[in-house]
């Protein structure tokens, strides 16, 4: 993958993260939805609604994943052993999904490592932005080696098994 491909489904996932705020839910938007949906999203609304409403993410992403599974992976077909694999197959969504998780992940933690992410407006940097936070960038740089090691150790072990 290049890097116009990695901010692509970066930019797919932080939209998603976005849109996805419980607060900005309609209830008419999910009368698809069943009943026992419509109460969890009610009493998300009733505690401030605040932060990622998760099934609502996972739903919106999987109709998505099914329209970039369509342009980014080629259709397989072994007629011998009756097998085809497209868009509309569990592996081609959950292989998207995984490139738009692991896309968001690294970009999200190497932008938050060069800004020096920080919360605190007490430190010396005050509410400036971006922070610049030495301990801030520490931070941000311990989790997203972390973040890059387990997906280094995926594809390892991956690798290891077809040895």
């Known amino acids: 993958m290049n890097e116009d491909t990695i901010l692509h489904f ?15 839910i309609n209830e008419k938007d999910i009368d698809a939805w069943s009943q026992s949906f419509k109460k969890v999203v009610r009493e998300s609304r009733e505690k401030s609604g605040k932060g990622v409403f998760v099934p609502f993410l996972m739903w919106k992403l999987g109709e998505i994943s099914l329209v970039e599974a ?3 992976l080629v259709n397989r077909k ?8 497209d868009h509309n197959n569990v592996e081609y969504i959950l292989w998207v999904m995984a490139l738009m998780f692991m896309s968001w992940s690294v970009t999200n933690l190497k932008r938050k490592t060069e800004n020096g992410h920080c919360q605190n407006i007490d430190h010396p940097h005050g509410d400036t932005n971006p922070r610049l936070c030495k301990e801030g960038t520490i931070f941000h740089q311990e989790l997203y080696n972390e973040c890059v090691k ?5 594809l390892i072990h991956s690798d290891a098994q077809h040895h």
Do not use: A, G
């Open 70 to 72: 369509s342009k980014y």
């Open 10 to 24: 970066y930019r797919i996932l932080e939209n998603s993260l976005l849109e996805s705020d419980i607060s900005k």
């Open 150 to 154: 387990t997906f280094k150790d995926l």
């Open 78 to 85: 072994q007629d011998d052993c009756r097998v085809s694999y």
